[in-house]
């Protein structure tokens, strides 16, 4: 089987590939490029998909990837969760504020691992996933049909078709759209699934946040290949909008201290 790898157009505006400039970050084989027309950031090229389902998928990656950093970073990964535990970060929990916002429903998240996000749902919530990894796929449908819901092996796109238009009434999007081969597109698949009046949760490296300034190629944001996008709250706010959606940053989403962007997009 023959594996193309051509360069990719700005994912957010579709500006061609030969307009981006390149940042100071990548590998050998992949390069982080910015988009002139918009500023979106994004990996030149893609590692072929169907690796995802197994060999690349995620429980294998983030599990080396973890392990390495701690190896090649010992003082640096302790200081950050000294940080932690010292400024009294508390864990956000996503199903809790998507039931904060979202009516009761059927809920979908994507990329939803082994559906540990969403399980045990909240009062009177459905839990569905769309998750490529097999392994993880077939651990999220058995942890999600005893609540009525179920999960689908496929990339987004493709699984989201399998749903009614207007069927959901939230999702989550929590480290997934940084992996997403085409994430506008996805998105606007992602409106056509959801009710008018429905909510959806993201999280995602901040690419705007100053520990990407300090440590640049160190940042626990960068992972080659698996990361193919990178957005700040503008970008972010700018592929939402394309795809038909409105994006709301409550208090600390968009913290420049932080690794993670939080947002809130509403139908628009
Ligand atoms: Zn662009």
Not at 19 to 39: I, K, N, W
Not at 53 to 80: C, F, G, M, N, T
Not at 104 to 126: K, S
Request: glycine fraction near 8%; aromatic fraction near 10%; charge should be positive.
């Amino acid at each position: 089987m023959t594996e193309t790898f051509d360069k990719r157009d700005c994912p957010l505006c579709g500006a061609p590939a030969a307009s981006a400039r390149p940042l100071p970050y990548g590998t050998s084989e992949f390069h982080v490029m910015q988009c002139a027309a918009c500023d979106q950031v994004f990996l030149d090229r893609l590692p072929p998909q169907h690796e995802f389902a197994d060999e690349r998928a995620w429980e294998v990656s983030s599990v080396s990837h973890a392990a390495q950093r701690k190896r090649d970073y010992p003082i640096l990964v302790a200081a950050q969760r000294m940080t932690r535990w010292r400024m009294h970060i508390t864990k956000r929990e996503p199903k809790k504020i998507l039931a904060s916002h979202a009516r009761p429903g059927p809920m979908v998240e994507i990329g939803c691992g082994g559906g540990v996000n969403l399980i045990p749902p909240p009062e009177g919530f459905v839990p569905y996933g769309i998750e490529i990894s097999k392994s993880l796929a077939a651990a999220a449908d058995a942890a999600f049909r005893p609540f009525g819901g179920q999960c689908i092996q496929a990339p987004a796109i493709e699984g989201l078709a399998a749903f009614p238009r207007g069927f959901f009434h939230g999702a989550l999007l929590i480290g997934y759209i940084e992996h997403e081969f085409l994430p506008r597109e996805a998105l606007v698949a992602l409106r056509g699934a959801l009710a008018d009046d429905a909510v959806v949760v993201v999280k995602t490296p901040n690419f705007a946040s100053l520990n990407r300034r300090v440590m640049g190629m160190r940042w626990s944001g960068f992972r080659f290949p698996d990361h193919v996008n990178y957005f700040t709250p503008a970008t972010l706010a700018e592929i939402a909008r394309r795809a038909g959606f409105r994006a709301q940053y409550g208090w600390g989403d968009r913290n420049p201290t932080s690794d993670s962007l939080w947002g809130v997009l509403r139908t628009a």
